[in-house]
């Protein structure tokens, strides 16, 4: 079976595009492993209608929403290849099967490389988070440890007072100048030399010392880079970005392979759900424009 788009990746910004091209009465088919990258947080925040609701709770309804539509096939399963050209892609899955398309659309979502500190990844999502428009109001201006990465863990220190006192740790990955202590300083951060010898609790940082800091949350920026290499394999150009690599697309979300298209977090920044639904939608779109003309 031939469909009009084959979509790889059937997480949010993934099915915000689906249901455009649904409501064209395009075939599409969506092929999704099931790991959002939201899978760890019990709560999704700042998506205008679905706020403090389950971030798997918002994926089922809207599976279901789009299964209403019979033009709709799903497959849960892994792309591993994707070859050919515009109006004769094909995507090969784990299980060796081939499916045709005239388009693609790249809605991989990232992967996060996370600090190698005891105790994060596992509370990556539920007391350790990247967003804090997404996370820092239920903290409820409790005190902040904002964990570096890198230069770029500045601008983070910057802004999360808005949400509660905040302790920059550095952790051995950038020395501020004096011009940046004096403005963090200013903003009423305390930085923490001292290295990190663990996370504990629900967000307690053990120091290399010994000593013990209790916090409300944590944030830290993780580095981010497309979850799935079929649309690299394929020849897509990534770019770099202050949050890592993402695919390189143009204001119409096509990808350098013509007639191949990316959105949400694996092609845009910065990161949310809203965000994600909204580029999707607009990826949707541009390709049903490209099918007509």
Not at 43 to 72: C, M, W
Not at 147 to 158: E, F, K, N, V, Y
Not at 200 to 225: I, K, M, P, Q, Y
Not at 239 to 262: C, L, N, Y
Request: glycine share 12%; proline share 4%.
């Amino acid at each position: 079976m031939s469909h009009d788009v084959i979509v790889i990746g059937g997480s949010y910004a993934g099915m915000a595009a689906a249901l455009q091209l649904l409501r064209a009465r395009r075939k599409v088919l969506v092929i999704d492993g099931g790991k959002r990258r939201n899978r760890f947080a019990d709560t999704s925040h700042g998506f205008l209608g679905q706020d403090g609701v389950n971030p798997g709770e918002i994926a089922r309804k809207a599976r279901a929403q789009l299964s209403a539509y019979p033009t709709l096939t799903w497959i849960e399963g892994t792309a591993e290849q994707a070859e050919g050209e515009k109006d004769a892609f094909v995507v090969i899955t784990a299980d060796g099967v081939r499916h045709d398309g005239r388009r693609l659309l790249f809605a991989t979502g990232v992967s996060d490389a996370l600090p190698e500190i005891e105790g994060l990844g596992e509370r990556w999502g539920r007391s350790v988070f990247h967003c804090p428009y997404c996370h820092g109001y239920e903290l409820n201006q409790g005190r902040i440890g904002c964990i570096a990465t890198g230069p770029m863990s500045l601008h983070q220190a910057q802004l999360l007072p808005e949400w509660g006192e905040v302790t920059l740790f550095l952790n051995g990955t950038f020395a501020p100048d004096e011009a940046q202590r004096t403005d963090l300083a200013t903003r009423g951060v305390a930085i923490e030399e001292t290295p990190i010898a663990g996370i504990e609790g629900d967000a307690d940082v053990r120091l290399a010392d010994g000593s013990l800091l209790r916090f409300a949350g944590l944030f830290t920026a993780s580095r981010v880079s497309p979850s799935s290499p079929v649309a690299e394999r394929l020849g897509c150009m990534l770019e770099e970005t202050p949050f890592g690599m993402q695919i390189r697309t143009d204001a119409m979300k096509e990808t350098t392979v013509s007639g191949a298209f990316a959105c949400g977090d694996a092609a845009r920044i910065p990161h949310s759900v809203s965000l994600a639904v909204g580029d999707g939608a607009w990826a949707g779109a541009q390709l049903h424009r490209s099918l007509v003309f």
